[in-house]
Nanobody, 115 residues
C-alpha cells in the first residue's frame, strides 16, 4: 500500500512563492519517476512536472521557468518550488508516479494565488 502525503500549500499573492513537499512510503514501494499533478476546480487533473531517480526533469509549458522539481531519494521525498505564482496556478496539488499513477492518491495540498 503506497502512502503519499503532500504539504506546503497555502494562500499567496500573485508573484509570490511556495514550496511543496511530498513524502512517499509503503511496502515494496519504489517511486521511479515522480510527478506533481494539479487539479483546478472544474478541470481535469494535469501533470505539471516530473523527475526521474537520476534527476531528469520535465515541465509543462505553463510552469516552465517558474517551477522547479527536485527529490531526495534517501528520504523518498519529492519537492516542488513554485515561484512567480499566477492566479491560474490555483489548484490542489498532488504527487504520484509518472506515467501511471498509483491508485491511492494522497489528499493533496491546496495552493491559492490571489490577484
Amino acid at each position: 500500500q503506497v502512502q503519499l502525503v503532500e504539504s506546503g500549500g497555502g494562500l499567496v499573492q500573485a508573484g509570490g512563492s511556495l514550496s511543496l513537499s511530498c513524502a512517499a512510503s509503503g511496502s515494496g514501494f519504489r517511486l521511479n519517476v515522480a510527478g506533481w499533478y494539479r487539479q483546478a476546480p472544474g478541470k481535469q487533473r494535469e501533470l505539471v512536472a516530473s523527475i526521474t531517480r537520476g534527476g531528469v526533469t520535465y515541465y509543462a509549458d505553463s510552469v516552465k521557468g517558474r517551477f522547479t522539481i527536485s527529490r531526495d531519494n534517501t528520504k523518498n521525498t519529492v519537492y516542488l518550488q513554485m515561484n512567480s505564482l499566477k492566479p491560474e496556478d490555483t489548484a490542489v496539488y498532488y504527487c504520484n508516479a509518472v506515467p501511471t499513477p498509483y491508485d491511492s492518491w494522497g489528499l493533496g495540498t491546496q495552493v491559492t494565488v490571489s490577484s
